[in-house]
């Protein structure tokens, strides 16, 4: 069966494969350009996203949006997602039976939007996508292919506001994602 963008909304809506969905307040389905080169890939919804069913909104997509704009990037002009669909209560890492029930919805994602760059944010993300053994401290910002696909990974905007110290850090991070992105379509603006 050849699904739609709607198809897995309106699956991630009715979703019941975990005990997260009775916690939950809204489903969080990825949001962002549905022909986005750049698709960034976090763990799972905090809180302010559960109550507005809306990735990455609160301080920590502040932070997000702001790591962007430094770059020369927009939130219009990429894919974001999670890997769970609904908020771990007390924002604790996910289980791997919740991430197994909500990984066909990010297959989906990922198969519809055919990133050219995926970008993992945080270590529970990088350690799904990328390599069960990914250590953040040591491997952000390296890079590897896999199906055509450059993946990388970063520390997740959250880890700024426990350590401000990082956010140059992960600029640089992104603004090596956008200059990759511009090496990889001519005739775009490298920052």
């Given at each position: 069966m050849q699904y739609t963008w709607s198809d897995?909304?309106?699956h991630i809506a009715s979703c019941t494969h975990c005990p997260l969905s009775l916690s939950r307040q809204r489903p969080v389905m990825g949001r962002g350009d549905y022909k986005a080169d750049i698709m960034l890939i976090a763990?799972?919804?905090?809180a302010q996203e559960d109550q507005?069913?809306?990735p990455f909104v609160g301080r920590s997509g502040e932070i997000l949006d702001s790591l962007l704009k430094d770059c020369g990037l927009s939130r219009d002009e990429i894919y974001i997602t999670n890997i769970l669909k609904c908020h771990p209560p007390g924002n604790r890492d996910p289980k791997e039976e919740e991430k197994e029930a909500c990984?066909?919805?990010l297959k989906y994602e990922t198969f519809l939007l055919r990133p050219r760059?995926?970008?993992c944010l945080g270590r529970v993300a990088a350690q799904r996508i990328i390599s069960p053994d990914f250590k953040i401290t040591r491997e952000h910002g390296a890079?590897?292919?896999r199906k055509h696909c450059l993946m990388t990974a970063t520390y997740h905007p959250?880890?700024?506001l426990r350590d401000p110290s990082k956010y140059e850090i992960v600029k640089k991070d992104f603004c090596e994602i956008a200059?990759?992105?511009?090496e990889m379509m001519p005739g775009q603006l490298v920052v």
């Open positions: 897995i909304k309106q763990e799972a919804p905090g507005q069913g809306i990984f066909p919805y760059i995926i970008v890079w590897t292919e959250s880890a700024i200059r990759k992105r511009a």
